[in-house]
């Protein structure tokens, strides 16, 4: 028979950590730790992109758009064909994102071209001015990264200045600047060249203003710009 001190060690050592020296039962306490610790990890490590947030679409203002846009511009001015003249405009307003690769645009637009004639009444050169006002609405559509074709319709007034008694006129004179209703229409294409910083070629804009009285001929005014310019947006 075993002796009485075997049989016990081995009753003691089954099952039980009675009778082990204490030095034991702390080596079993770290691997606890480490399975607690792992457990917590993923609550430390919180990152958002694995939250599952969608962010929003790179590229795309949700604060302010502006450019300055500059080119030619062929003008009819009643029965009168301008040649091809320096143009220039800017266009500015609050940018409102509708998904990843849409972003329309509601603000203002404003553009200024010269129209010089010869005055029979002084024998000399003289410019008028075409000055446009106008509400905007734009639409920009990503094709590709940083690519974007981009639409604008504007309302607002046109205003001829400096034609009393010029050819548009039919050298009559007139009481001041003439006003009249203006529609203008625009394509052009964006290149972002950071997210700020936007480079913009406008192939065609189309600018019509109906028959107003003093215009030689009761003519509308019509022209149509090819422009190029930068943009900032935020």
């Known amino acids: 028979m075993p002796p009485d001190g075997e049989a016990g060690d081995r009753g003691r050592g089954s099952g039980s950590d009675k009778g082990r020296p204490p030095g034991e039962t702390a080596r079993q306490d770290p691997p606890r730790k480490e399975v607690a610790s792992a457990q917590k990890q993923p609550e430390s490590d919180g990152d958002p992109e694995e939250t599952g947030v969608t962010q929003p679409a790179t590229g795309q203002?949700?604060?302010?758009?502006?450019?300055?846009?500059?080119?030619?511009?062929?003008?009819?001015?009643?029965?009168?064909?301008?040649?091809?003249?320096?143009?220039?405009?800017?266009?500015?307003?609050y940018p409102i994102p509708i998904n990843p690769r849409l972003t329309v645009e509601a603000g203002a637009a404003f553009t200024f071209t010269p129209a010089p004639y010869q005055s029979q009444m002084t024998s000399g050169n003289k410019t008028g001015m075409l000055w446009a006002a106008m509400a905007n609405a734009g639409a920009t559509y990503e094709v590709i990264p940083n690519l974007g074709i981009r639409g604008d319709v504007g309302l607002g007034v046109l205003v001829f200045t400096g034609i009393d008694q010029s050819p548009f006129t039919n050298n009559a004179p007139t009481s001041g600047a003439i006003g009249m209703f203006h529609i203008r229409a625009a394509v052009s294409a964006d290149y972002a060249i950071t997210p700020n910083i936007v480079l913009t070629a406008m192939p065609g804009a189309f600018s019509y203003s109906p028959a107003a009285n003093g215009i030689g001929g009761g003519g509308a005014i019509t022209s149509f710009d090819f422009m190029v310019g930068i943009g900032y947006r935020k």
């Open 61 to 93: 203002p949700r604060v302010i758009s502006l450019r300055v846009i500059g080119g030619g511009s062929k003008v009819n001015a009643g029965n009168i064909s301008v040649p091809i003249q320096a143009t220039f405009g800017a266009v500015g307003g």
